[in-house]
């Protein structure tokens, strides 16, 4: 049972270039989420997914897309990257619930955008 | 939408010392208040956690009490070690809004 691992650990990207991070969890959670973790910003959500084929906006979604043509994948995309994307990047699992249920993180991936 | 501050964003205590970290909140329809640790270089997990229907929970060393009224929480750690060493990070909930709010982290170091 690995959890939520996320690939790949670092990358670092030019302006204008494209890429996906991939987010995996193999917990069967119903619920998945892509943040963002600045300095002093604390995590800002991007984009969630309440199951397979749904996505939604977060807090900051502009310049990012999803997919969550799985279950346990959660796609985050960057068309065309810039440095303000430059930031730590963290996907999330939880439980389907009528409540609130614990969310479990992945290690994280750090991008550098130049 | 909902705000949360948390303070401060720093903490320096010596080992066997208590720390309290604070957040407040803007929306008084949130009703779920969990505390996450961060270690270097690996991501958030949840340590404790409170719904608005109580105002304490207690888990061995740790603590978090909840002022509804006020709208502001509190973690606290009694008998700090030196493996509580980690950024923490307040958030706050409402059922149906399905996403965290999350405050802007605390840095707490335990000198041993």
């Known amino acids: 049972n690995a959890g939520v691992t996320q690939t790949p650990k670092f990358r670092v990207l030019k302006t204008g270039q494209s890429m996906t991070l991939l987010c995996a969890q193999d917990m069967n959670h119903e619920y998945m989420y892509w943040y963002r973790q600045d300095p002093g910003m604390g995590l800002r959500l991007i984009h969630y997914?309440?199951?397979?084929?749904?996505?939604a906006k977060g807090e900051v979604p502009d310049g990012y897309n999803v997919s969550r043509l799985k279950k346990q994948n959660f796609l985050l995309g960057l068309e065309s990257a810039a440095p303000s994307q430059t930031s730590v990047y963290f996907c999330?699992?939880?439980?389907?619930?009528?409540?609130?249920?614990?969310?479990?993180f992945g290690p994280g991936t750090r991008l550098l955008v130049l | 939408g909902e705000n949360v501050e948390q303070h401060p964003s720093t903490l320096s205590v010596q080992e066997g010392d208590s720390a309290v970290i604070k957040c407040t909140y803007s929306?008084?329809?949130?009703?779920?208040f969990p505390w996450y640790k961060q270690e270097l270089g690996k991501g958030p997990q949840l340590i404790i956690d409170i719904r608005s229907n109580v105002g304490e929970k207690k888990d061995q060393r740790i603590a978090v009490t909840l002022n509804k009224t006020a709208k502001h929480f509190s973690l606290h750690i009694t008998e700090t070690q030196p493996e509580d060493s980690a950024v923490y990070f307040c958030?706050?909930?409402?059922?149906?809004?399905?996403?965290?709010?999350f405050g802007s982290g605390t840095r707490l170091q335990v000198q041993p």
């Open positions: 958030a706050a909930g409402e059922t149906g809004r399905r996403a965290l709010t």
């Open positions: 929306d008084s329809a949130s009703n779920y």
């Open positions: 999330a699992s939880s439980f389907r619930t009528g409540g609130w249920e614990t969310q479990y």
């Open positions: 997914s309440v199951g397979e084929g749904t996505t």
